[in-house]
T-cell receptor
């Protein structure tokens, strides 16, 4: 079965640079979620989209923005990167709003130097 | 803030032993999910429990949702080295979409 696809899998950036992470949900899934996981920590919710509209917002810095496109893929844009942004970034998808069976992608490991 | 507390946070046992991991909260959840995560990979959904008192089995893994829907447990019978990993419980947070995760239980099964 098709899974959530994330690209790139690894990304190295310098401080103050920008980064764009992409997520392709499972086919027919219309909801996308973004999570950040620091070393040894549990995933923390950043933001979600349902049918291309932002549906919930968590602890996402103002330097970050995201959107969901007409084909339901999503992009997380990160600007003015800081050392503390180094983490694993996961995208998850689900079908329908208010469902909690979220299927996670393999993640993007972002390293800011 | 709805919080999920998992215990123990670390567990190392010998192959063949049984173990139970707990996920507790003071809040009621409409459902709880259990995930397993390998290092550097995304969490993989194992099960969702929805009804208070519900028990679900996945081979040697048994998941239970508390009657009051505030807690859940994961029991592994005859643990095997392949069960090694990070086990996370998660439930819906306040708001429609986000999952709130427990801190995780890092399980090591020694051959």
């Amino acid at each position: 079965a098709a899974g959530v696809i994330q690209s790139p899998r690894h990304l190295i950036k310098e401080k103050r640079e920008t980064a764009t992470l992409k997520c392709y949900p499972i086919p027919r899934h219309d909801t996308v979620y973004w999570y950040q996981q620091g070393p040894g920590q549990d995933p923390q919710f950043l933001i979600s989209f349902y049918e291309k509209m932002q549906s919930d917002k968590g602890s996402i810095p103002d330097r970050f923005s995201a959107q969901q496109f007409s084909d339901y893929h999503s992009e997380l844009n990160m600007s003015s990167l800081e050392l503390g942004d180094s983490a694993l970034y996961f995208c998850a998808s689900s079908f329908g709003q208010g469902t909690y069976e979220q299927y996670f992608g393999p993640g993007t490991r972002l390293t800011v130097t | 803030t709805q919080l999920l507390e998992q215990s123990p946070q670390f567990l190392s046992i010998q192959e063949g032993e049984n173990l139970t991991v707990y996920c507790n909260s003071s809040s009621v959840f409409s459902s709880l999910q259990w995930y397993r995560q390998e290092p550097g990979e995304g969490p993989v959904l194992l099960v969702t429990v929805v009804t208070g008192g519900e028990v679900k089995k996945l081979k040697r893994l048994t998941f239970q949702f508390g009657d009051a829907r505030k807690d859940s447990s994961l029991h592994i019978t005859a643990a095997q080295p392949g069960d090694t990993g990070l086990y996370l419980c998660a439930g819906e947070g306040r708001g429609a979409q986000k999952l709130v995760f427990g801190q995780g239980t890092r399980l090591t099964i020694n051959p």
